[in-house]
């Protein structure tokens, strides 16, 4: 089956435990929570989705039929000058487990690359990930139960940060949810990790300074 990709870039990592870092990001096409079209957003498993994964159209994107050939065009954005620092790839979505496969990471990393991951945790993980982030929905089965970083859109009804803090994570944030009321979920955010230190704060950094 070919990977379908929705784009690819170069930029920093705008999120969790990251960011600030250079980071190619391939970006999956597709999600299992959300078909990406308006009309359906009410009725969707995930109804604040800020990101549009929706068809092959953006820069870098198509359909690779090879790990190969997506892993050329990946490592082909890292920078020639980068010396020994490893390519650092984020494989977002959508929801990038739709595609993501042991065969893909293989090759990132015989190609030397580092292998991020940020889901929703609905589906199964393949072996391999160099780290592993999990943003969990309030209407979805968590099944990835484990993992370097859980970053919670803050506040879901139903998706209160109590549900989980005994999960087998090591970092725990929150992120504001974006929108018309983003100001005051940045307050309501910041105000449950002062009363809560086992969470950190997770801002969008990149919409900040106007990176993609």
Known sequence: MPYLIKEIYYTLQGEGMHAGRPAVFCRFSGCNLWNGKEDSRATAFCQFCDTDFAGTDGPGGGSYSTAEELAHVIDALWPSNAGSERPYVVCTGGEPLLQLDSSLIYTMHAAGMIVAVETNGTLPAPEGIDWLCVSPKANA??????????????????????????????????????????????RLAAKYCLNHPQWRLSLQTHKLLGLP
């Open 141 to 186: 089965k968590l099944r990835l139960r484990s993992g370097h970083e859980l970053k919670l859109v803050y506040p879901q009804d139903g998706a209160d940060p109590s549900r989980f803090v005994s999960l087998n994570f090591k970092h725990f944030l929150l992120q504001p949810m974006d929108g018309p009321s983003r100001e005051v979920h940045t």
